[in-house]
């Protein structure tokens, strides 16, 4: 079973359009991440959510939105999309039992959105 | 200046060398330290773990932080094909449950047959 899935895992559309990534986890755990990898490979976190709670909130344009239904589900729903918004889009989640655990982020295998 | 700097490279090195990837950092509030590993089109997965400052070993992979340099430090022994991925530096500030992770921009590693 996969411990953080995301879809789609290809993502190809035109600029302007309305799209949305899901997320889920199967691990138990309270805290979901998005993260946003560039060409370069740099990633910078997005959103964070505990038990549906939006908890970090970095920079990010207003078009985007995540949405957390329960605490196994992250959503991010990007409006009228733009070129530069082309990248790899991460899931991750986060336990809380131990300090260990509260510092393990799991990821998936990302969504790569392509914007034409 | 970016808060975690790291040579994105890439490293070519030959099958059985020991390879150095190493991270820098400005904020000296940072405790945790990762190593996450991450192959061509999948996501990070963690390797290495460290808190404060010292050593940590497990097989082939040395972890080391210097939080008085703020320098950390991977060490791969015998390096082998399958090691080749990036490789990326996180670290964070506190085990609240809303800790960020900072990246760093990750060093692509080519190990050679």
């Known amino acids: 079973d996969t411990a953080v899935s995301q879809t789609p895992k290809y993502l190809v559309t035109q600029m302007g359009n309305d799209k949305s990534i899901k997320c889920e986890q199967n691990l138990g755990h309270d805290t979901m991440y998005w993260y946003k990898q560039d060409s370069k490979k740099f990633l910078k976190i997005m959103f964070s959510y505990n038990n549906k709670e939006l908890i970090i909130n970095e920079t990010v344009p207003n078009r985007f939105s995540p949405k957390s239904p329960d605490k196994a589900h992250l959503n991010l729903h990007i409006n009228s999309l733009e070129l530069g918004d082309s990248a790899v889009y991460f899931c991750?989640?986060?336990?809380?039992?131990?300090?260990?655990?509260?510092?393990?982020?799991?990821f998936g295998a990302g969504t790569r959105l392509s914007v034409l | 200046q970016k808060e975690v700097e790291q040579d994105p490279g890439p490293l070519s090195v030959p099958e059985g060398a020991i390879v150095s990837l190493n991270c820098t950092y400005s904020n000296s509030a940072f405790q945790y330290f990762m190593w996450y590993r991450q192959y061509s089109r999948k996501g990070p997965e963690l390797l290495m773990y460290t808190y404060s400052s010292g050593n940590k070993e497990d097989g082939r992979f040395t972890a080391q932080v210097d939080k008085s340099s703020k320098y950390i430090s991977l060490f791969i022994r015998d390096s082998q094909p399958s090691d080749s991925a990036t490789y990326l530096c996180?670290?964070?500030?506190?085990?609240?449950?809303?800790?960020?992770?900072?990246f760093g921009a990750g060093t692509i590693l080519r190990v050679k047959s």
């Open positions: 996180a670290m964070s500030r506190v085990l609240e449950y809303g800790n960020k992770l900072v």
């Open positions: 991750a989640s986060k336990g809380t039992g131990g300090v260990l655990a509260k510092n393990i982020q799991y």
